[in-house]
């Protein structure tokens, strides 16, 4: 049964069937329109206004994408620091000479068919850290909640005070 949505950025055609035929049984795929793209601030907006749960961007757009991959980082932790994407190439070697986090580089080989395992482990994968972010956001919100609440009927120590403003700021760059 299909619980998250899956925006996937890629220019090329051909890439955006064989992803949405690896992942359409799992996930719903929305293929984030790359066509009318201004800048990189228009695409990302585009995207998260889609409603997507995480994004998987193919690493080398170059024919639509005039930027550097440090802004492209910036931006997204410009807009929300904490949503989660993941990058996707071709051209792994290049893409870890240009992402500062290795973590979230990935190559296409994985949709495969004759990688069907790979596959399935990146599904997974997918599904964790879908869930880690949304469980981070509910929790947050809860603890916020009750510390709120004790502000209100009494005071903080300054352990809960920190904790109060390090959880008003998450919760405003993820609504942000």
């Not at 005039?66 to 070697?93: A, G, R």
């Not at 009750?146 to 920190?162: F, M």
């Amino acid at each position: 049964m299909k619980k998250y949505t899956i925006g996937f950025i890629d220019e090329e055609e051909t890439q955006r069937i064989i992803f949405e035929s690896a992942f359409e049984d799992d996930f719903y795929v929305k293929i984030i329109e790359t066509e009318s793209i201004e800048s990189p601030d228009d695409l990302i907006t585009n995207a998260l206004a889609e409603n997507v749960d995480i994004l998987l961007i193919d690493y080398d757009m170059f024919d639509i994408l005039w930027y550097w991959w440090k802004e492209l980082e910036w931006i997204l932790n410009k807009i929300n620091p904490h949503f989660p994407f993941i990058i996707v190439t071709s051209q792994i070697k290049d893409a870890f000479d240009h992402i500062e986090n290795p973590s979230i580089v990935y190559s296409k080989e994985i949709w495969d068919w004759e990688h069907e395992t790979s596959l399935q482990g990146f599904k997974i994968k997918i599904e964790k850290i879908i869930e880690k972010y949304q469980n981070d956001i509910l929790e947050s919100e809860a603890e916020l909640k009750v510390l709120l609440q004790k502000k209100e009927e009494s005071e903080l120590t300054p352990e809960e005070e920190d904790r109060y403003v390090k959880l008003n700021k998450f919760i405003l760059e993820i609504h942000s």
